[in-house]
């Protein structure tokens, strides 16, 4: 029996009262190389011998004890010590003196005595064979303590899966923080009440609130206070609502009430009520006192013009709120087609001609962004990003204006200009930087564009630049009627050896359904899970199982929004392989000077730095409202 040197350093306790046998045991054992041993002559030292390894027990490999030990029950001792349950085990050799045999009938029945753990033997002892008997309780203790630490490893684990699980169940209904509807079983809801008022000839009426300027509250308050607030508002809106009505949360501070088997004026009167409750309303969170106010964009469901999907009613009621929004706050709008029609027409009237004059001027331009791989800090790749140069000069951002050439039909122009400057900049960089590639955005319908795979195979062709320099990012809102012909497309650009992003993934409803049916190499996780990563217990949970979904596939994972050191903690402890935010540069027009990002300069300078809130871009209009 080979005991290896770990077992040989356990601590073994010998504890009996004739010091002649104490000595002669301790050289025994200490002829077989074990050294850690430690002499008792009474029950009270054998507890002060245990004390320091309370927390470890497991550093205590045997106690050699006398059945007559004073200043101890040595049957209680042993049945407490070696008990399994509390998962401190250590053996016990029993040592039993010719005479007055204590009454060990209790010992004998117990579980431990029976699995070998509590070990008799009588004296005088026979010292060729006790080295084997220590040996032989060294090691089944050791395997003990393994299997121990397996099971309890595996409940943790299966304990880990079941909150998971049940967490991941509750969120595919509800909203975490409101405990409202979510937006998806809000729609699945509203779809089926929509069919039966239009068959019974019952009105009704959506209602669409934000929170007026929230983003202010979250950034100078910070997300608690903006949190605990729409919990606030969210139970005077409850307080107000009938059995039958929808009420959910689809936004951060956007929620949707749909108001069953009411009259328009009905309807408008509840919404008056609602607007008047909250802005009157005083909500104390802490020490301070807040106000605040909501928009409110009311879509009605009049079934003489039957309204059949519950998206195009949210759209409309969320048109009449930008309306409400547009026209000073704390107000409340009906949609009124008419009225939407004219503003988006007027919208594009005042867009066409700039962006139309920017491609010819050449008023647009790239700006590009860092993604960092997180194990080591190296720059994997930039994201190109558009930008268009207005009339004075200012720079505009591409959602302001990509929407509006999507509508027009500007957009394949785009595209293909976008494709054509990334691959000219990668060709014009200096030979040092020939590894150096880019992520190129698509638009949703470039796949609809016969010359996209043409033109891309053509400039890669007369650029010289490798084709694996570039990944195309594609959102979920890429050609949805036509995923056989994006795939295809996809699939050929992909043997020319450029790579393709899943961008926003989770922003939409169908990111899973698109990872199944797309090709694609990295999926880029959306912002909104990332910039609250560390605070939300719901987006870790979420982020978690989309990473555990894309390690299945063999897809790589990005995340987007890395604005604080500790983003970077948690999505490497999440497993995320690469990171883009603002934390490791904005967009701009010039590569960063370095290859590689000091993860742990970033983290370091963190200490240093007290407010732990995400910092918030005030200059990005999607945050002012
Ligand atoms: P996207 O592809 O998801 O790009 C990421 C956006 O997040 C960029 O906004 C980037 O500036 C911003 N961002 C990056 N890190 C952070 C951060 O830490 N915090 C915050 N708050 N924002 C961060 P940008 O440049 O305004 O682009 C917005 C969207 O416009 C893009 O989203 C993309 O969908 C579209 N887009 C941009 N460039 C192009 C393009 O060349 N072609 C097309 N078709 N669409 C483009
Ligand atoms: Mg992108
Ligand atoms: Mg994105």
């Not at 909150?163 to 509800?174: E, G, Q, S």
């Not at 949360?249 to 008047?276: M, Q, T, Y």
């Not at 594009?348 to 001027?361: F, H, K």
């Amino acid at each position: 029996m080979e005991i290896s040197e770990n077992l040989k350093s356990k601590v073994i306790i010998v504890a009996d009262t004739d010091p002649k046998l104490v000595v002669d045991i301790v050289s025994s054992l200490k002829k077989e190389g074990y050294f850690n041993i430690k002499i008792a002559k009474d029950g009270k030292k054998v507890y002060d011998h245990l004390r320091p390894y309370y927390e470890e027990p497991e550093e205590v490999g045997l106690i050699i004890i006398g059945e007559n030990l004073p200043l101890c029950n040595v049957n209680e001792m042993c049945i407490t010590m070696s008990n399994f349950e509390g998962g401190i085990l250590v053996p016990f050799i029993i040592l039993q003196s010719d005479e007055n045999n204590v009454d060990t009938s209790g010992l004998r029945n117990n579980n431990s005595y029976t699995k070998g753990v509590i070990h008799s033997i009588k004296c005088p002892l026979d010292f060729s064979a006790f080295p084997l008997v220590v040996g032989f309780q060294l090691l089944m203790n050791y395997e003990r303590f393994l299997r121990y630490k397996q099971e309890d490893r595996l409940i943790n684990e299966l304990a880990e899966r079941k909150v998971v699980d049940a967490r991941l169940k509750y969120l595919v209904v509800h909203d975490e923080l409101t405990s409202l509807l979510n937006r998806q079983n809000f729609e699945r809801r509203l779809r089926l009440v929509l069919k039966r008022n239009n068959r019974l000839h019952q009105n009704g009426g959506l209602l669409f609130i934000d929170v007026d300027l929230f983003s202010l509250i979250n950034e100078l308050e910070g997300f608690d206070v903006g949190d605990r607030l729409l919990v606030e508002i969210v139970a005077i809106i409850n307080k107000l609502t009938n059995k039958g009505d929808l009420f959910s949360r689809i936004g951060s501070d956007e929620f949707c009430l749909f108001l069953d088997n009411r009259s328009a004026a009905e309807i408008v009167r509840f919404a008056e009520k609602i607007r008047k409750d909250i802005y009157e309303a005083r909500l104390f969170i802490g020490d301070a006192c807040y106000c605040t106010s909501v928009s409110i964009g009311i879509s009605g469901q009049n079934t003489r013009k039957a309204v059949y999907h519950p998206g195009e009613m949210i759209s409309r009621a969320r048109q009449a709120c930008i309306i409400a929004k547009e026209s000073g706050r704390n107000m409340i709008k009906e949609y009124n087609e008419e009225h939407a029609r004219v503003q988006e027409r007027d919208r594009d009237i005042y867009w066409v001609p700039l962006i139309r004059n920017a491609l010819v001027e050449g008023k647009l331009f790239l700006v590009y962004q860092p993604i960092v791989n997180l194990v080591n800090g190296d720059i994997s790749h930039y994201e190109a990003l558009i930008r268009m140069r207005g009339l004075d000069n200012e720079i505009i951002s591409p959602i302001d204006f990509i929407p509006v050439a999507e509508r027009i039909g500007l957009i394949h122009r785009i595209d293909l200009w976008v494709i054509e400057q990334a691959i000219d900049f990668l060709a014009a960089l200096p030979p040092k930087m020939s590894q150096t590639s880019l992520a190129i955005n698509l638009s949703s319908v470039a796949f609809q564009d016969s010359s996209l795979l043409p033109t891309i195979k053509e400039k890669l062709e007369l650029s010289w630049v490798d084709a694996d320099r570039i990944t195309f990012e594609i959102t979920e809102t890429v050609a949805v009627d036509k995923v056989e012909q994006t795939r295809e497309l996809i699939t050929k650009i992909r043997a020319l050896g450029c790579k393709f992003a899943l961008d926003d993934f989770g922003a939409g409803f169908c990111s899973f359904n698109y990872l199944k049916s797309f090709p694609v190499d990295y999926i880029k996780i959306d912002g909104q899970f990332i910039r609250n990563l560390v605070n939300d217990d719901t987006d870790q949970v979420l982020v978690k199982s989309m990473v555990e979904v894309a390690k299945k596939l063999g897809k790589k994972t990005i995340a987007e929004y890395v604005e604080t050191p500790g983003a970077i903690h948690k999505l490497r402890e999440i497993g995320i392989d690469f990171g883009q935010g603002y934390l490791f540069g904005k967009p701009q027009m010039k590569l960063l000077s370095k290859t590689k990002i000091s993860l742990t300069g970033l983290i370091k300078r963190e200490g240093k730095t007290k407010n732990n809130h995400p910092k918030i871009d005030t200059d990005k209009k999607t945050f002012i409202r």
